[in-house]
Antibody
Framework: QVQLVQSGGEVKKPGASVKVSCKASGYTFNSYGVSWVRQAPGQGLEWMGWISGYTGKTNYTQKLQGRVTMTTDTSTSTAYMELRSLRSDDTAVYYC?????????????WGQGTLVTVSS | DIQMTQSPSTLSASVGDRVTITCRASQNISSWLAWFQQKPGKAPKLLIYDVTNLESAVPSRFSGSGSGTEFTLTISSLQPDDFATYFCQQYNSYWTFGQGTKVEIK
């Protein structure tokens, strides 16, 4: 069965970086894309960007351009999301989600979420 | 960017009620719309895609309709397991979510 298993929660200080992993299983990793979505406490869902499992091409939301990098390791079927220059308003649960390897498809499987807390 | 606006933000209902949630897109998204259910502390779960198609194992009391810019999610007879927050998502141009509708017990 399809599973996306994310790394554990992190506590970071303002200005630091965080890297969250998302290990996929149960499907052919390079046939699908992975998006990253975050949810601040008590708030809605914010799409951050996506990476093609086939080409490694990325597309990031303009709001996070320059601070976020998404990568994959096809040898371990793992996607990564690194966010730099962390601020308190980056405190959120970060999710990875699978979709067909293009931008015209919904997210059909999600990771369990990783809580990133930014606090001095 | 395409903006998605859901209404209402909160909905109080009883078991057995018929519930309708609306989602409006800031521009035409054709039929590229999905609905998700999220329970506290859990990841969202895909319910409906392409406006009307039920994801596997989703109960038939859930249905979706609409096209273009206005869409609805209907729960025909609310069950105890349905108290949750619901989000719409457009995937016509990248992805955007509505702000969510919390369905709570009346």
């Amino acid at each position: 069965q399809v599973q996306l298993v994310q790394s554990g929660g992190e506590v970071k200080k303002p200005g630091a970086s965080v890297k969250v992993s998302c290990k996929a299983s149960g499907y052919t990793f390079n046939s699908y894309g992975v998006s990253w979505v975050r949810q601040a406490p008590g708030q809605g869902l914010e799409w951050m960007g996506w990476i093609s499992g086939y080409t490694g091409k990325t597309n990031y939301t303009q709001k996070l351009q320059g601070r976020v990098t998404m990568t994959t390791d096809t040898s371990t079927s793992t996607a990564y999301m690194e966010l730099r220059s962390l601020r308190s308003d980056d405190t959120a649960v970060y999710y990875c989600a699978r979709h067909h390897d293009n931008s015209g498809y919904p997210f059909d499987y999600w990771g369990q979420g990783t809580l990133v807390t930014v606090s001095s | 960017d395409i903006q998605m606006t859901q209404s209402p933000s909160t909905l109080s209902a009883s078991v057995g009620d018929r519930v309708t949630i609306t989602c409006r897109a800031s521009q035409n998204i054709s039929s590229w719309l999905a609905w998700f259910q999220q329970k506290p502390g859990k990841a969202p779960k895909l319910l409906i895609y392409d406006v009307t198609n039920l994801e596997s194992a989703v109960p038939s009391r859930f249905s979706g309709s609409g096209s273009g810019t206005e869409f609805t999610l209907t729960i025909s007879s609310l069950q105890p397991d349905d108290f949750a927050t619901y989000f719409c998502q457009q995937y016509n141009s990248y992805w955007t979510f509505g702000q969510g509708t919390k369905v709570e017990i009346k």
